[in-house]
């Protein structure tokens, strides 16, 4: 359950940290509750997988699919352009993120 959680918790971030450009400095009500809506259920949700797992593993897992997710977001919604360099760093991220997981023993049985 607590990687159903951990998925859950990287949804709610990448939806609030998508929304985020959208407040414009948090002067727009609704982009601005979507980011706290989105921010409290994401930690939310992570204070659930700390629980189970170690939280080296979480972050590592939450930061780096968050961080490839939300680039993906930031190219397909606002036209952000990701050059070669870039799309070769958000592959180390994935990778290095692979293998902590893998390494560490903290597979999906948890």
């Known amino acids: 359950m607590a990687w159903v959680w951990l ?3 990287i949804c709610a971030e ?3 940290t ?3 450009k959208a407040t414009d400095g948090f002067s727009r009500l609704g982009p601005s509750v979507v980011v706290i809506f989105g921010y ?3 930690f939310y949700f992570l204070s659930l ?3 189970v ?3 080296g593993i979480t972050y590592a897992v939450w930061s780096g699919v968050g961080i490839v997710l939300v680039s993906v977001v930031g190219w397909l919604w606002y036209g952000q352009t ?3 360099q870039a ?3 958000i592959g180390l991220i994935l990778a290095g993120t692979i293998v902590l997981n893998l390494s560490s023993g903290a597979g999906p049985q948890g």
């Open 82 to 84: 990701l050059s070669p």
């Open 40 to 42: 409290s259920l994401a």
């Open 14 to 16: 990448v939806i609030a």
């Open 18 to 20: 998508s929304a985020l």
């Open 87 to 89: 799309l070769a760093g």
């Open 7 to 9: 998925g859950l918790a």
């Open 49 to 51: 997988v700390l629980q």
């Open 53 to 55: 797992l170690p939280v």
